[in-house]
């Protein structure tokens, strides 16, 4: 061991061996991983060693291709064989529900390159696994990519091929305490001081504890989880074959073939945390007791699917912990408060995400940023709320729970809720208002009466007709829309202007003003697509997604400017907007002096509160955004509902949001807009200021506006009348895949289904035919004119 190394990864897990790989492979040789115990001594020793690429998240459906694809590159680097089973594998569906979401599946993983998959109906199942009972199963995805791994050789084997680059493994020492001198760590561990510039936390059931080391307190808990394994099955003796991975939704259960035997895996519905703050220290290579009882129904399922099971014995149990976030995606990534403190923890599949997971974080290390959209994974979509103990405990055990549950797109699961609360809130739940939650805090989705119940589904919702009203009212009155949900930071200071036009790729809105303002990464990147408002009086607003709040304050943080202060006052304010042809006359009506041109922002005394008013709206109408200190937004709504009672006004969500701007042609971040695309294929480049000399991401962006994108956003329209599209669904011409949807909703003014999509750029052109798999059904679509409603943007500006 030296005393000195520019990264130390804390932990000898398969997620801090490839943590150590990666950076070593992309160029950081001087790296060192120090592991308490011996290599796999935490949840990788006893783990299942499943592999499969296939996830809900497309997202992580990628990270898990690349991981499973490095495997067999790591060993042969290595050297070392690590138990290689690429048997295929198999999702099976028993519930017509799941059979569709199925389908619709396999045209996402398509959309994202994984192609090796096919559908499959119970014959081929039969025949590809010969001991499961196909009763009840309608059909299955086959995917090429699945199978298994052997455990500990896959942690050596990534420990190896990084030790072959320059990177040193230190076993048996612990890491006692991290101390931050300005700029480098002092790692202190039981062998003596290391200095080193970057610390990572890969300490998987002890990644709690490496957090306060450096006093963070991660929203992480380890689950215990089961597995068994059964003696020699003869009818596995008879084959020349290994059986596929098979996972039974329906059934909890996952199943791969060991020796001439079976594993079975179960995620239980009554599930157990345990240590929630991280594995004891003297905890080693050992298991938990196994809980049958605890797990009795999924065993009964598992017997009946795989009827062996009643013949042969079980030979052995494993009963063992490991850890989970809120969301059950990895903790990936840089800490706002830390200085190159590193995060690579929360991984619940650490042998089919943890090569993804490694090279992630080495990119963002070495480079400043990841090469492909890391926010699926990133820490900074917690924030402080997201420690608290409770809400640890119901989130992650609702993700262990729900792990093979099928989620709606319109379904709202509890737990961690309610968290936050506008003021009026439960005025707004009396008057019908059904919530969705946005980093914690509860956001009006519709209004509906108190019996109506959504049904969740794949297809259009059954609450489709609120949402319908809700869009008319404000397409031909007003809509009365709560905008507590968006974060607000205030700039100021002398020198707030200069740091706003570096960060910002956007003209500055002059005084009174406000504008759409991009924000860019060195390489041209996507960082933001906020709204800035200058008040006129040296300060300054920037408005964006509540949820990115974390996110945009270490952007922030890592671009600080001299002379300027930024307060994040999200908490603070609260608000309404109006809009609809009718909204003028309702805000003059409490107002007479209010009278802002289209994108002006002033301070007005509406009743008695003094409010900041900016005239903007996404719906595409006239309308206004009105702020108001938190404790004043119950009269607020108050006042706007009575001034606006002659005036149609009527409350609505943000499910209506979401299908009127869709008809403008206005993206949002997560679906239009993300990390991986450009200002120029998302359009975001007409917010480009060419004239300004320098701001972030400049130079990337001037050399893509000269060579043009190969893929650009376009607005389709859809024959498609029970469905709309969520996103990633493939997009054909003629049977070629030439792009994949972003987001979709019903546009109700424009009477049809519209979608957003990136595409190559040659299908760009309005009435270019193609076609779109919509819950998997092939749907005729358009391409059409940007803002299919109002394209000259009349109802807006007038
Ligand atoms: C029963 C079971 C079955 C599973 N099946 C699968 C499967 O089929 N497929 C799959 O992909 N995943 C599976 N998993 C999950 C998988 O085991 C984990 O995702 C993975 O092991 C996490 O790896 P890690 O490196 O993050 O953490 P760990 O394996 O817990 O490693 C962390 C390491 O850090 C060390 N450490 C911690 N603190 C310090 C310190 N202060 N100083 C020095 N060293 C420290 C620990 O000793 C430990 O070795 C399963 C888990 C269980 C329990």
Redesign the pocket.
Known sequence: MKDQYRVVV?????????VLYHLAKFGWTDVAL??????????????????HALNADPNMAALQAYTIDLLSEVEAESGIDIGLHMTGGITVACDPNRWEWLQGAYRTFQTIGIDDCHLMGVDEIKEKCPIISTDGIIGGLWADREG?VD?TGT?HAYARAAKKRGADVIEH????ELHWKGDHWQVV?EKGTIRAEHVV???????K??GR?VGLDLPVSPL????FLTETIPELEQIDFEVPMTVDLEGFT?M?QDKKGILV?IYEVDHQHWMMD??P?NY?IELLQEDTDRIENELMMAFDRYPALNEVGISDW??????FSPDGN?LVGPVESVPNYWL???????????GG?GKTLAEWMIHGDTETDAWSMDIARYGPQHSNREYIKQTTGQFYSRRFVMTYPNEQLPAGRPLRMAPAHDAMTAAGCRWGQSWGLETPLYFAPQDFVETPSLNRSDAAPFVEAECKAVREAAGLLDITGFSRFEVYGPGAEAWLETIFATKLPKPGRSRLAVMLSPEGKLKGDLTLFNWGDGTWWIMGSYYLRQWHKRWFADHEGPNMILRDISDDVCGFSVAGPNAKAIMQSIQPELDLPFMGCATFDLGLLRCKVGRLSVTGEHGYEIHCRANEHIALRRMLLDAGAGHGLREVGFNALLSLRIEKSYGIWSAEFTQDRTAAMTGMDRWIDWQKPDFIGRDAAMKERDKGPDQVLVTLGLDSPDADCSGYEPVWSNGTRIGFTTSGAYGYTVGQSIAMAMVDRAYAEPGTDLSVHVVGIERQAKVLAPSPYDPDGKAMRG
Request: aromatic content about 10%.
């Open positions: 804390i932990g000898g897990g398969v997620v801090g061996a490839s120090v592991e308490r115990n011996v290599l796999t001594a935490g949840s990788s020793w006893h783990a299942a060693g499943g592999i298994y455990t942690v020492n612990k890491v006692e561990t936390n890969a300490g998987g059931l002890w990644a504890q490496c080391m215990s989880h089961h597995y996952y791969r895996g991280g594995a220290w080693g494993v009963n063992g912990a490991f850890t990895p690579a923890c929360g991984v619940m599949a650490g042998f089919l995400q943890g997971v």
